[in-house]
């Protein structure tokens, strides 16, 4: 199994971090228009299901929440069309991408990958799984509107912290798949966490986490 997931999919979320960036003086505040999906991967073993408690890894620093809709291939695909990415995914949920925020900063500073502040044990969150069809119905001429045109919120501790419609992604679900299918073959069971909105923030022991997809609970966690 391989857990893929996308970076700065959301123009708010991007402006967002870039703000913060500039407040450190790294980056530039270069446009989003036109440019190819950021796409990294995750450790298998950072999977973390039905409901089991995040550990906050303290010693790595900064652990920030980042709530994404998550989709699971439900077949081999490889160089696939963008019109036909809807056929590889059957399930929907959402999830958590979990970052370790200052160790991000501190080795984007270094030149040196960060896949360790994004593949950590427990750092994909995974709820509920929700057939497609039970959220939405798929037009006949088979363009995928249903999925971009998902409303999801996260609360924590009774407080919404972030909310969108999967509509504001620069980049669309399907958009994602073909693109990744040009490098990466897809197989059965692969998740792909499709990028977060604003309102990213840290995460302490004691935090319960909750997340739906339209009106429908499908993550339910705590933070220990």
């Not at 505040?29 to 950072?46: H, L, M």
């Not at 920030?64 to 963008?82: A, Q």
């Not at 969150?125 to 045109?149: C, F, H, R």
Request: negative net charge; hydrophobic residues 40%.
């Amino acid at each position: 199994m391989k857990i893929f997931a996308v970076g700065m999919n959301y123009a708010q979320h991007n402006k967002e971090i870039k703000n913060a960036l500039l407040q450190q003086g790294v980056g530039t505040a270069d446009d989003d228009t036109g440019r190819a999906p950021v796409i990294f991967t995750k450790a298998d073993s950072s999977l973390l299901k039905d409901g089991k408690p995040f550990f906050v890894p303290d010693f790595m620093g900064r652990i920030d929440y980042e709530t994404e809709v998550v989709v699971r291939i439900c077949k081999l695909g490889k160089s696939i069309d963008e019109k036909f990415a809807h056929r590889y995914y059957d399930v929907v949920t959402l999830g958590i991408d979990f970052t370790a925020r200052d160790m991000q900063k501190r080795l984007r500073e270094e030149g040196q990958p960060w896949d360790i502040a994004k593949g950590f044990d427990g750092a994909a969150v995974i709820g509920e799984w929700v057939e497609k069809e039970k959220l939405y119905s798929p037009d006949k001429t088979g363009v995928n509107e249903g999925i971009q045109a998902l409303h999801f919120r996260m609360e924590m501790n009774g407080e919404v912290r972030q909310k969108a419609c999967t509509s504001e992604m620069l980049c669309s679900v399907d958009r994602l798949i073909a693109y990744i299918s040009q490098f990466f073959t897809l197989k059965t069971g692969d998740l792909l966490f499709t990028g977060t909105p604003v309102g990213v923030g840290p995460v302490k022991p004691d935090d319960h986490i909750v997340g739906y997809l339209e009106e429908r609970k499908v993550l339910d966690f705590y933070c220990r």
